[in-house]
């Protein structure tokens, strides 16, 4: 398929969801146009400037498409699949790979057991929240979990300067693999397991693997809509694998697309706030994952990040971009509440200790090249309670009409 970019007028950082007000925001319809490409391909140009790639309508017409539209587009592809696999109750897969595979059926809860003790080893607090949810909902999320984990270490772990693209083409495989009931070790096995009791898509874990492709090849973001897909890619994807295990509550009134948006919003706040608290750490290993147009628009460059020296003009273009995440965030919020009500803690959990570092970045006057932006045990501590008490309120499509 030919690659097409071109550059559309952008609203800017204050007034559009890319930092604007996202409930007035309408959401594009669903398309059935024909993507020329979302992923290569940059031109140079002017700030403040979308680079987003062409779409051709039914009507043939050629259509500008924006990462969020494109974002939008897989979101309604899986809530569409939820609600149909919901319908049929397609039954699990998994009993016919297992039996190929010399993985007893009681290895599996060895291997869920195994999933839950990594989670517990790189995320206590979360791990922590999970324990309220239903045990087959625990167990399938703490599989998810050490698949992303993995994914992640592949480019971040200590091996991480051998992994080529051919590397991630054979995790990929693998993939498909266990997604067809064929595992290739325990962790593997539980997801595969996973995958047959909950009406789970491959295509957020493509998607991921496809985010950590473009961390190999790219150490520089043009702009908020290059930055948004990779937010997408290497988080929001999370939130879409989670939600049908997480559930929506019987009562919600809100549609599913609304809650899948919800689950996506909460991943691109969380991997924005991880951005802003480890700029330091990022610009160490030659990375700058702020849009470089905004940060011109600031008066500053590449330099002053790794000079690392907090002035008024990095304190205001980090107001910015910790308003734009906190945007985020609300959004999320919303989506929480319609989850089934044993979900809600972790997540509502989840959502508050990672916002509470956009809080610690401002104590630290800003300044996140030398000092990391820490929430403290008690602060976590304090959070638990707090989650708990909001994963009691009504769903807010019960409280507020239709959502
Ligand atoms: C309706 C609604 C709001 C539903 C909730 C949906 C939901 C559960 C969303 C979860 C969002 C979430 C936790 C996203 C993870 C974002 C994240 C931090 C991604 C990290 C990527 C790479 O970043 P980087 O390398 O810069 O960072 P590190 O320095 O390495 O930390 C990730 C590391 C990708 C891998 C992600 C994980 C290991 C987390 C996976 C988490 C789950 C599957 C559990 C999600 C469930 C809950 C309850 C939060
Ligand atoms: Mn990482």
Redesign the pocket.
């Known amino acids: 398929m030919a690659i097409m970019l071109v550059r559309a007028a952008s609203p800017g950082l204050s007034d559009s969801h890319h930092g604007g007000n996202l409930k007035k925001k309408k959401r594009a319809p669903a398309r059935r146009w024909m993507l020329c490409s979302l992923k290569y391909g940059i031109e140079p140009g002017r700030s403040s400037a979308v680079y987003s790639s062409l779409a051709v309508s039914p009507a043939g017409e050629a259509v500008v498409v924006s990462s969020e539209q494109k974002v939008y587009d897989v979101v309604l592809k899986q809530a569409a699949l939820l609600k149909q696999q919901l319908r049929t109750q397609a039954p699990p897969v998994l009993d016919v790979g297992l039996q190929d595979l010399e993985i007893p059926r009681n290895g599996l809860k060895e291997a869920y057991d195994r999933c839950g003790e990594i989670c517990e080893e790189?995320?206590k607090t979360?791990y922590l929240?999970?324990l309220l949810m239903t045990e087959e909902r625990r167990r399938a999320?703490w599989a998810?979990?050490v698949w992303?984990?993995r994914?992640?270490e592949l480019v971040?772990g200590p091996n991480a300067n051998y992994i080529t693209p051919t590397a991630l083409d054979r995790w990929e495989k693998r993939l498909e693999d266990l997604f067809a009931g064929r595992p290739y070790d325990m962790l593997d096995a539980a997801l595969s397991d996973t995958i047959s009791r909950f009406p789970i898509d491959i295509q957020p874990f493509r998607d991921?693997i496809e985010g950590m492709r473009s961390d190999l090849r790219k150490a520089r973001y043009k702009n908020f809509d290059e930055l948004y897909m990779y937010c997408y890619y290497?988080?929001g994807t999370?939130?879409l694998?989670?939600?049908p295990v997480?559930g929506i509550a019987p009562e919600s009134k809100a549609t599913t697309e609304s809650?899948y948006s919800?689950?996506l919003?909460?991943?691109i706040a969380?991997?924005l706030t991880?951005?802003l608290r480890?700029v330091g750490e990022d610009a160490r290993r030659g990375r700058v994952y702020l849009p470089q147009d905004e940060l011109a628009q600031a008066g500053l460059s590449d330099e002053d990040i790794f000079k690392g020296v907090v002035t008024n003009r990095w304190r205001n273009f980090m107001k910015k971009q910790i308003k734009r995440a906190r945007m985020f965030f609300e959004e999320?919020e919303r989506?929480?509440t319609?989850?089934s009500q044993a979900?809600r803690w972790?997540?509502w959990a989840?959502?508050l200790l990672y916002r509470q570092i956009l809080d610690e970045i401002e104590a630290n006057d800003y300044n996140n090249f030398t000092k990391r932006a820490y929430v403290g045990k008690g602060k976590k501590l304090l959070a638990l309670p707090v989650a708990y008490g909001k994963s009691l309120l009504l769903p807010c499509s019960l409280r507020n009409g239709q959502n």
Do not use: H, K, W
């Open positions: 790189y995320a979360f929240g999970t999320i998810i979990y992303c984990r994914t992640d971040d991921m290497v988080a999370v939130g694998m989670s939600v997480m809650v919800a689950a919003a909460l991943g969380n991997q991880n951005i480890d999320a989506g929480v319609e989850l979900s972790p997540v989840s959502l």
